[in-house]
């Protein structure tokens, strides 16, 4: 029997694909499903074979009732930090799928009650297990382009009602349709670009920066009438060494897992001595440097046992007991989620904004 794991909520897709790892991973397996609308869970119960008796839409009862020693949460940003304070008292460890919060401060509530509870938090960022990224990361430690100065993203997909869980397709009609309804289009509920792909620029940005944090941020986003939330935002932080640019966009042409759109999803990081170019799933990065203008393509480094998704990583150090670190450790998520929570400000204030606390 492996470690059990539990679903919790299917308000984000992105719970098909983790259940898909729990599923394929030897050493893991699913012990219950959690919605409130049990008709969310049955298109993933069918999948994976979860029998009804560990379909649950009841949260303490499938806390309860489980043996699990993981839960991975997939509810709306905005329940985050309630659903975490819920878990966490029953000692099992989370897996929150990004974003972390939809603001620092519940991101420090979120923390708190998984440090009373006693069991591990991470923050999945699914671009952490890119091997492009990995390796772009690896070569600016190894200095290839010397001091880290500027990072550039661009991240985004068609919108994020165009695929269901485990990466079901749905109908362009179908995406209009869902709107009006959806979490992901509501202010309240966390949603818009900017919270759903910012975090990814700011987080992964202050890995590769080495945990440093800007000092400022200017921030504009779109405005589109019947809308409330972005589909498009850039942002500008400035750091005591430069600026770096990230920008969030629904609505790109193609889906960058099936085709990258124009402009390509991922990162261009530029030091003082040269630059690289880590596009998402290309399975290389491009190396440019001062002495050698010639772009040289490296192929991307193969993911190690323990770091080939995100189940593979918690199930890992859940055995290990060695620190949860990089984009999924909490406190470099926080700076992350400081630096969003600062670009909301700019957004509202149309201006720019010393970092908030």
């Known amino acids: 029997m492996g470690v059990g794991v539990l679903g919790i909520s299917f308000d984000h897709m992105h719970m098909g694909d983790l259940l898909r790892q729990v599923h394929e991973h030897p050493d893991a397996e699913i012990a219950g499903l959690y919605d409130p609308d049990p008709e969310r869970m049955r298109g993933a119960a069918e999948t994976f074979g979860v029998p009804e008796a560990r379909l649950f ?17 997939c509810s709306s940003t905005a329940s985050h930090a309630e659903i975490v304070e819920r878990i966490a008292p029953h000692g099992l460890s989370v897996m929150i799928e990004k974003p972390f919060a939809t603001n620092a401060g519940e991101a420090r509530r979120i923390i708190a009650a998984m440090e009373r509870g006693g069991g591990r938090l991470a923050v999945n ?51 209009e349709r869902q709107k009006p309804a959806s979490w992901w289009y509501r202010r309240t509920s966390g949603g818009g670009s900017l919270l759903d792909y910012l975090g990814y620029g700011t987080t992964l940005g202050t890995w590769f920066l080495d945990g440093e944090a800007p000092l400022e941020v200017t921030s504009v986003v779109d405005e589109t ?4 939330v972005d589909q498009h935002s850039v942002t500008v932080c400035r750091y005591a060494h430069g600026l770096s640019h990230m920008e969030t966009r629904w609505g790109t042409i193609s889906d ?14 530029t030091g003082t001595e040269g630059s690289i170019a880590s596009y998402d799933y290309e399975g290389f990065v491009t190396l440019q440097t001062r002495t050698n203008i010639t772009p040289r393509r490296i192929e991307a480094d193969a993911p190690p046992p323990g770091a080939r998704g995100a189940v593979d990583y918690m199930l890992a150090r859940l055995a290990d007991g060695a620190p949860i670190a990089g ?21 509202r204030e149309k201006r720019t904004v010393a970092l908030v606390p």
């Open 225 to 228: 009438p019947g809308i409330e």
């Open 256 to 269: 960058p897992w099936i085709q990258q759109p124009q402009p390509k999803c991922g990162f261009v990081l």
């Open 327 to 347: 984009p999924l450790d909490p406190a470099l998520s926080l700076v992350g989620q400081r630096i969003i929570d600062t670009a909301v400000l700019s957004v």
């Open 57 to 73: 839409t009841d949260l303490e009862t499938c806390l309860r009732e489980t043996e699990a020693e993981l839960a991975i949460v």
């Open 125 to 175: 960022w699914p671009l952490a297990w890119s091997p492009e990224h990995n390796t772009a990361k690896r070569l600016v430690e190894e200095g290839a382009v010397g001091t880290l100065a500027e990072v550039r993203f661009y991240g985004g997909n068609r919108g994020p009602l165009f695929h269901l869980a485990d990466k079901v397709e749905v109908t362009p009609e179908e995406v």
